[in-house]
Antibody
Framework: EVQLLESGGGLVQPGGSLRLSCEVSGFIFGSYAMNWVRQAPGQGLEWISAITGDSGRTYYAGSVKGRFSVSRDNSKNTLYLQIDNVRVDDTAMYYC??????????WGHGTLVTVSS | LPVLTQPPSASALPGASINLTCTLDNEHRTYTIEWYQQRPGRSPQFIMKVKMDGSLIKGDGIPDRFVGSSSGAERYLTLTNLQSDDEADYHCAESHTIDGQVGWVFGGGTKLTVL
């Protein structure tokens, strides 16, 4: 069964850092590009980052460029998102998603990040 | 960047049909979009891709009641024989490569209520 499981969310103070993880199973991880998408409470979906299967290319939304860093370890079947200098408006559910045929065909259940002092 | 516009809400009775609309801005009217369903408290689920010519790529297990189509800058998701389980937020999205940079844009989502 194909599964994506996010972790690493929680309560963090403004200006702090955290690293989100997305552990996958049920498919050949290195063969797929991956995305991070977030959803603020009561709001729509916002794409924030993508990474190719071989980590050769990374991409970011303008709203997070310079503060977020995406990476992956194909030997551990795990995708990461490093978030630095967090802001209150980073509060959201963060989802990882697999990209296949140009669509996000499999999504994790999400991990909640709350930024508050 | 492309702009995708969705009405914020829609409603219909069980057993009825409803069209959900995603409108691309004129500059990007030829783009392919994806539809996602997000039930309350759940993560999004891929429904289908809809191309400008109306051709589709459906996600696994998506019932035949979910039909995609296209007209000009508008992309449609038609749900027939509505069921209570269809009550959800429906998001459209598109992926693009501009100047070598990959990105995705989502519409604001439509909250579908099955009355």
């Amino acid at each position: 069964e194909v599964q994506l499981l996010e972790s690493g969310g929680g309560l963090v103070q403004p200006g702090g850092s955290l690293r989100l993880s997305c552990e996958v199973s049920g498919f050949i991880f290195g063969s797929y590009a991956m995305n991070w998408v977030r959803q603020a409470p009561g709001q729509g979906l916002e794409w924030i980052s993508a990474i190719t299967g071989d980590s050769g290319r990374t991409y970011y939304a303008g709203s997070v460029k310079g503060r977020f860093s995406v990476s992956r370890d194909n030997s551990k079947n795990t995708l990461y998102l490093q978030i630095d200098n967090v802001r209150v408006d980073d509060t959201a559910m963060y989802y990882c998603a697999r990209t296949s045929r140009g669509a996000n065909d499999i999504w994790g259940h999400g991990t909640l990040v709350t930024v508050s002092s | 960047l492309p702009v995708l516009t969705q009405p914020p809400s829609a409603s219909a009775l069980p057993g009825a049909s409803i069209n959900l609309t995603c409108t691309l801005d004129n500059e990007h009217r030829t783009y392919t979009i994806e539809w996602y369903q997000q039930r309350p408290g759940r993560s999004p689920q891929f429904i289908m891709k809809v191309k400008m010519d109306g051709s589709l790529i459906k996600g696994d297990g998506i019932p035949d009641r979910f039909v995609g189509s296209s007209s000009g800058a508008e992309r449609y998701l038609t749900l027939t024989n509505l069921q209570s389980d269809d009550e959800a937020d429906y998001h459209c999205a598109e992926s693009h490569t501009i100047d070598g940079q990959v990105g995705w844009v989502f519409g604001g989502g439509t909250k579908l209520t099955v009355l």
